[in-house]
DNA sequence: TGTACATCAGTGAACGCGCGTTCACTGATGTAC
DNA sequence: TGTACATCAGTGAACGCGCGTTCACTGATGTAC
């Protein structure tokens, strides 16, 4: 079987990408460098690029590959609490990868690769099942825009249970951005009973 | 008088801000460089050593000046609704700024300067006396956490207050920071409308 | 008012560092007859 | 089974770039007598 080469190909770029989130991990998307990385690895600068394009490229499949276990993560979560409980849980374990999720797309590209917008409409797929139904319907406008959203991500679902996902998600990730940053610890607070507090209220 | 040189001094050292201020707008935080702030001011890069100690030092003063400046803008709010709207409209109007407070703060430094900690706390001194003032209890380890932090930052602030007030920013953070961001664009949604909506529930 | 002196803004060279990427090439691995 | 060939991983040199920071120095500005 040709197989062989194949296989030996996917084993390294994962050895590179494993590299590539400790090197995120410990010093940010600027850190992730293509020569460091050989040199962990023990491998010349160029030999890297038999594995990726560039840089950007190998950045888009930590991206993907974040998403991805992010949306794992989450995926099987009965209720909106459970969700967010695991949301937050990922986020606290892989805070670079979370930050490179929401705090930092639009780093020098302009158009977001497809790859990744997939990704995270996966993400709201899991989310909008566990919105509570009833809420009042969203002012017209707005509910043609979350109408025509739905379409489009192909997602079953309501304007209103839409903007509630969306409203519930982002005060989720206010919470969990501004603890990743030590926002809370540097109030001398607690977080988890902070989080508690807001899980309370998430879907509002 | 001597005050000839300092105030050339003063004026040097605004024009350098302005131009760091254009390249992190620009490009971000890694984007601000003493060597091509000097070129931009037609003169050598180390003469700049003169005004600023470091690259660090330069970046804490702007972060010094962005959270002066996010203060001047919601100060004077009438209440929490008025404070959301001019924080956020803030941070549309400075994202790079806004990502500069709230999404970068541990770029290297180990230690948080006092400058930035009295900085973010006049934002809580804005804050706090917006919050309705009636509420649950938070529970007892909570509670005494709330009381400390009150008194530490010399707030006169109930732990139940205390506790809205954390958990409304956190949720003015969230929205605030997906939408500088471009998330409720690539959706599809009007961010005005969506945030009309946050507003009816911030304060839960 | 004039002169001696201290202050200090700005310079150019240099240090040491790192980066992404291209290119011509070697040598090993697997393939086909 | 053995041999000719294609594939492709990895190399080292090179290109061009930028950075923060230190240092010894020049020359202008303001100060003190």
Known sequence: VNGFRQRFRDQVRDEVKDVALTQLAEGGVEAVSINAIARALG???????RYFASRDALLTELVVDAYADLEAAVSGAADLSAFATRFRGWALAHPARYRLLFAA????????????IDASVA???????????????????LRAELERWARCRDLDVSPAVGLRAVLAWSRL????????EGNFASMGLDADKLFAAELAVLDA
């Open 43 to 49: 491998v010349s600068g160029p030999s890297l690029y």
């Open 105 to 116: 797309p639009p780093e020098g590209r302009d158009e977001v690769p497809d790859a990744i």
């Open 123 to 141: 993400l709201m797929r899991t989310l909008v099942p566990l919105i509570g139904a009833a809420a009042p319907a969203p002012p017209a406008a």
């Open 173 to 180: 990730h206010g919470f969990v951005s501004l603890e990743i």
